[in-house]
């Protein structure tokens, strides 16, 4: 499925984009697998010179150049701070659903939400199976994990194992470390993660439920309770 404004087409799959340089950069990191920039302290590669030192500074050096002056919040990238305070403090989100009431402080997540959500884009297909995907990313992972059964990532405290590594540092601070960075500002709540903390605020105290029944009046905000509810009564 390919967009108007995604000229570019890959003929090995139904990735589409609006940039030839990233068509490219697609057809040489997942078909080809070329990634020619190595990180000498694990196994990340990438195809983007810039992004493996990123990832140093990021991952190794822990690097954390800024700081929010109105909590304890720390980035590597100045987006991530300034997205931070608009939707942590500000609690700014100018780009909204005009289908349900989804709002976020990022454009191309809307994109990505009206795209997954509403039209139920399936643009990435497995070759072994009958999984398909809305993002490329996650039909890779779908493949390294269920197929090639994939999980370089360990644990040291436990026997979890995963294939993305950002998935194993969470696990180690939330699991093991018991780390709580952030507090809703509402209630007593606490999480380890941002995106935990927004989706307690949107649920509980902003009461938004974005995912709508088609066959009945349930609504719901997360969208696997969807799924479940469409399975337990509809599909009897």
């Given at each position: 499925m390919h967009f108007k404004d995604n000229p570019f087409s890959c003929d090995r799959c139904h990735f589409s984009t609006g940039q030839k340089s990233t068509l490219i950069h697609h057809i040489m990191?997942?078909?080809?697998?070329?990634?020619p920039f190595k990180c000498d302290r694990c196994e990340y590669a990438t195809i983007?010179?810039?992004?493996?030192?990123?990832?140093?500074?990021?991952?190794?050096?822990k690097a954390k150049r800024?700081?929010?002056?109105?909590?304890?919040f720390k980035s590597f990238a100045h987006q991530d701070l300034r997205r931070h305070i608009e939707s942590v403090h500000e609690k700014l989100k100018p780009f909204k659903c005009d289908r349900c009431e989804y709002a976020t402080i990022v454009k191309?997540?809307?994109?990505?939400?009206?795209?997954?959500?509403h039209e139920k884009a399936k643009r990435f297909a497995c070759h072994l199976c009958n999984y398909k995907s809305f993002a490329h990313q996650d039909l890779r992972r779908h493949i390294e994990s269920v197929h090639e059964k994939l999980k370089p990532f360990k644990c040291d405290?436990?026997?979890y194992a995963t294939n993305v590594k950002h998935c194993?540092?969470?696990?180690?601070?939330?699991v093991h470390e018991k780390a709580k960075r952030f507090a809703c500002?509402?209630?007593?709540?606490?999480?380890f993660?941002?995106?935990?903390?927004?989706?307690?605020?949107?649920?509980?105290h902003e009461k938004l439920k974005p995912f709508k029944c088609d066959l009945c009046s349930f609504k719901t905000y997360r969208k696997r309770n969807l799924k479940k509810h469409i399975n337990l009564v509809h599909k009897k």
């Open positions: 990191s997942f078909h080809e697998k070329v990634k983007v010179k810039h992004c493996l030192k990123r990832h140093v500074q990021s991952v190794h050096e800024f700081a929010c002056d109105l909590c304890d191309h997540c809307l994109k990505h939400h009206v795209q997954s959500v405290h436990c026997e194993l540092k969470r696990h180690v601070q939330s500002n509402l209630c007593n709540y606490k999480s993660g941002h995106q935990d903390l927004r989706r307690h605020i949107e649920s509980v």
